[in-house]
């Protein structure tokens, strides 16, 4: 399977840029297989490859001394009893001219500062306080240790390694995508360029992309960096390489390594056979937008590169956020001169659909021609990198990718000037969901990010999350108990009020208006006053002065909700609470009683089973799947789908209406509650929330699908299981919508 396959060949990345010599020797130490030993087999004629144990035997040290070209050691270090005495061994393993290559975390790195797990403690913050709280037991029963900076220097000094090169690498070893020299810094914003990842990303508190502009500027960039890769060199020679950003999610089509040297020279490289044609597309695209009249590097193909002239000049990102602090005029100015360039790039191509709805299309629409692959020299913008472009695309869709660009992650710009501002201006609000859709769509597919759903579930924050956790940690545990959690404790006694109208307040309604009786929402947004929300009427905040305090309880339904608690608490009001939607909030036990159809003597694999689905056209496939699941739960819950999702989500309307589809599920005698899936809180996570059920069943139809596999992973966290019934062959209600439409029913 191609996803497996692009998985296992990720850690590559670590060194497939480095130019190993094809007639060097390697001797690779590692425990256990892994694509390291595969890439050196492609890029040396001999590797021998022994575990770390074997690699110290003395007659091992003996056999091969001075055997080899190169030693590489990924991730042994830390496992090493004595690592002193091992890199002093190994040096004699190597010629006059050979490399020891290591590749070490770094106890001091800053995904351990955002909150991931030690490796060898398995819990936070171990490594940074140097495992100083670890009882002796616990010490004597750990596999390794990470060292810091200082530390590995030290390790190396001791061990005769005082000729040495670091690279600090990101986000890690093993999933490495941005590699940095020791004597080189980043010139671009971390932001939009990394994607971090973690051992246990459920435990991380902070964003930690956000962290390294300030990091950099105050010098402790390598000091900090997640790993390190270690050239130690016998000779003092070392690669010429000040920077690498390597793309091995892309799979192997578009796996590229862009290589800084530091003789002022930047060569794109193809990492597979598959891609090398992509560097001639480069070509052909930077000639075309020279055409177009746009400035862009001026590159050549060489063998497998693309060769580019070194720019030292400031990124165009920078340089548009630093000017919306500075010049706010001129800042407008330069972004109708962006967006001037994107309509520029290429002809406008006139069809129906852009005259109805898609506004210009450019024959080539150049996905990547933003402020994130454009420099700012000398009063100029130059483009470079151009790699990627869609026929006949909405310029809108680029326009938007521009915008976001530079907006996202810095709130401060936004307060200066809202993006909304510009989407107003250039006409991009109306078909906003398609815009963003569509560039959506681009990055994953260019990202493999469907395929790699369930990898990257149980590697990358959730936002949420992170969200969730610093509010743990900004308040007491008894605190954050009974402002975030206990919300609805004596509930019954309360006049409950919602603060916010916005998607969190849908999230709560969906979740508890069934469970508990809502008084009011209000808003400080006057233009909503009036209108409703579930036919609840949204009113001012002064309504909250109106009742006795200790009568009422505001529910505050806002994500930034700091200034709503100001205003609270100038209005007198204590009792309020937070909602967040990734907090366990206790939901009013239901009462699951045992039926006629629950006296089978025998227990059932699970308790409670949940389906979801549109059921329209019901048919024996869905008698089936309702059967099979309540012979494995003891109570069945199925969700069906409103006719508002089904548009939504389908870009259909069903053949049968929701409120008859609905009771045609009720009235199966396996389904013991048939329950509405809420518009604005539909989904896997958001039914496991509800309802804490022990298994969801589905169609084997979506065993293969990507997203479905990225839930299984989801649910599997939470203990609860994703088991997937056959497929109906013969009976689908696609199947028998087709025969309506062709009416032959």
């Known amino acids: 399977m191609e996803v497996d396959k692009i998985i296992w060949d990720m850690p590559k990345g670590l060194l497939n840029w480095y130019d190993f010599r094809m007639e060097g020797e390697v001797l690779c130490i590692e425990d256990r297989e892994s694509s390291i030993k595969e890439l050196l087999l492609e890029k040396c004629k001999k590797v021998i490859c022994v575990d770390r144990t074997a690699a110290l ?78 009882f002796k037991g616990d010490s004597n029963n750990l596999t390794g240790r990470n060292y810091s900076k200082e530390e590995i220097c030290s390790i190396l000094d001791s061990s005769g390694w005082s000729n040495r090169k670091f690279y600090s690498v990101l986000p890690n070893l093993d999933l490495p995508q941005l590699v940095y020299s020791e004597d080189y810094l980043p010139v671009e914003e971390l932001d939009i360029r990394l994607f971090p990842m973690y051992r246990y990303p459920d435990s991380v508190f902070l964003e930690e992309e956000y962290l390294y502009k300030s990091i950099t500027k105050n010098g402790m960039f390598h000091m900090m960096a997640n790993s390190f890769l270690i050239e130690c060199s016998k000779d003092n020679t070392f690669e010429n390489v000040d920077h690498v950003t390597v793309s091995m999610d892309r799979g192997r089509e578009n796996a590229m390594a862009t290589i800084i040297r530091d003789n002022h020279t930047v060569e794109k490289r193809a ?30 193909c060489h063998h497998n590169s693309y060769h580019m002239p070194y720019v030292e000049s400031e990124t165009a990102v920078s ?52 402020p994130l692959n454009c420099f700012y020299n000398n009063g100029k913008y130059v483009f470079y990198d151009q790699e990627f472009y869609e026929e006949n695309y909405p310029a809108n869709v680029i326009i938007l990718r521009m915008i976001e660009t530079i907006y996202t992650g810095d709130l401060e710009i936004e307060s200066i000037i809202p993006r909304k501002y510009f989407l107003k201006k250039y006409g991009l609000e109306e078909k906003m969901a398609l815009w963003y859709r569509m560039s959506w769509e681009f990055m994953t597919k260019l990202r493999n990010q469907r395929e ?93 002065e109106e009742i006795p305090k200790e009568e009422s309880r505001i529910i505050i339904c806002i994500k930034n909700y700091v200034a709503i608690v100001h205003q609270l608490q100038q209005m007198g009001v204590s009792d309020y609470c937070i909602y967040d939607t990734n907090s366990e909030i206790p939901r009013k036990q239901e009462v699951m009683p045992v039926t006629v ?97 022990d298994c969801q069943f589905s169609g084997s139809d979506y065993i293969d699908n990507p997203d479905w ?35 032959l029913l």
């Open 57 to 134: 035997n003395k007659e091992f040290l003996t056999q091969y001394r001075e055997a080899f070209d190169y030693i590489v050691a990924i991730g042994m270090a830390e496992r090493l009893t004595n690592p002193v005495q091992a890199f002093s061994a190994w040096r004699g393993l190597l010629k006059s001219k050979g490399r020891l290559l290591l590749g070490m975390d770094n106890r001091l790195g800053l995904r351990y500062f955002c909150g991931d797990r030690d490796p060898f403690t398995n819990r936070s913050f171990d490594g940074i306080e140097n495992y100083r709280t670890l």
């Open 271 to 300: 990492l597979y056979e598959e891609g090398k044609h992509k560097l001639r597309e480069i070509k052909e695209n930077e000639m075309d937008l020279r055409n177009h009249g746009l400035n862009v590097l001026v590159g050549e």
């Open 319 to 370: 340089y548009l956020r630093r000017l919306a602090r500075e010049n706010l005029e001129l800042f407008k100015e330069e972004i109708e001169k962006f967006r001037e360039f994107i309509l520029q790039s290429s002809e406008h191509v006139e069809t129906e659909d852009s005259k109805k709805e898609l506004g210009i299309l450019l024959r080539r629409g150049y996905m990547d021609l933003l």
């Open 452 to 544: 790699l759903r369930s990898f990257n579930e149980k590697f990358q924050r959730n936002k949420d999350v992170v969200h969730t956790n610093r509010q743990r940690i900004n308040y007491s545990a008894p605190e954050y108990q009974k402002v975030f959690v206990d919300i609805f404790r004596n509930a019954e006694k309360k006049k409950l009020i919602l603060f916010g109208s916005g998607n969190f307040t849908k999230s709560f309604l969906a979740q508890f208006k069934n469970q508990y009786e809502i008084y009011a929402i209000v808003d400080n947004d006057q233009s909503k006053w009036g209108s409703r929300l579930e036919g609840i009427e949204i009113q001012s905040p002064h309504i909250i």
């Open 597 to 693: 159809k629950d006296m089978d003597s025998l227990p059932k694999k699970y308790h409670t089973g949940y389906i979801a689905g549109v059921f329209d056209l019901f048919h024996i496939g869905h008698l089936n799947m309702f059967k099979r699941a309540k012979e494995q739960c003891e109570y069945l819950i199925v969700g069906v789908v409103t006719d508002e999702g089904v548009r939504n989500y389908k870009k259909a309307d069903p053949y049968i209406p929701f409120h008859e589809r609905i009771e045609l599920v009720r009235s199966c005698k396996y389904v013991d509650k048939a329950v509405e899936i809420p518009i604005h809180y539909s989904g896997t996570r958001n039914a496991y929330k509800m309802y804490h059920f």
């Open 709 to 743: 596999l990225g839930e299984k992973t989801f649910l599997e966290k939470q203990g609860a299981d994703l088991v997937f019934f056959p497929y109906t062959e013969e009976t689908s209600s696609t199947k028998i919508k087709k025969l309506i439409e062709k009416s």
